[in-house]
């Protein structure tokens, strides 16, 4: 949870953000509870802890704008900063895709030039060996 990139990388107190999650975890997620959520398939609870992550970040992004908490966060302007350099990321990324798809397509293609051309090859080879044995009878 410490490496999500919604925390900034700055020193802060572990202890006291461990603290804000397991109190922020237990007023969602009450250990009465646990029973239940043990019980859930492993589907089930990925998506669950995916929704929980969300509700405590949500928690702690709240009671850092009211002073009581949030220490390590990132401030807005981080995050603005974070999402929008992953945009470029995205858009890097999703080029280099389209790129990649390019050359294995071209790679697809040039492979089955090159088999065709092997077969033309072995046919012409075929047909100079066929003439030669008709030659010698």
Known sequence: MFKNNHYSYKKCNRTTV?????????????RTELKPFIALNTQDKVGQMHELSNIILGIRIFNKA??????GLSTFEELYYMMSSGNELDKDVNKFTVELIDLIENYNHFLKISDLWKSKQQLQQNAIDIIECLKEE
Do not use: C, F, H
């Open 18 to 30: 461990e603290r804000e999650v397991a109190a922020s975890l237990e007023s969602v997620l009450p």
């Open 66 to 71: 009211i002073e009581k908490g949030g220490v």
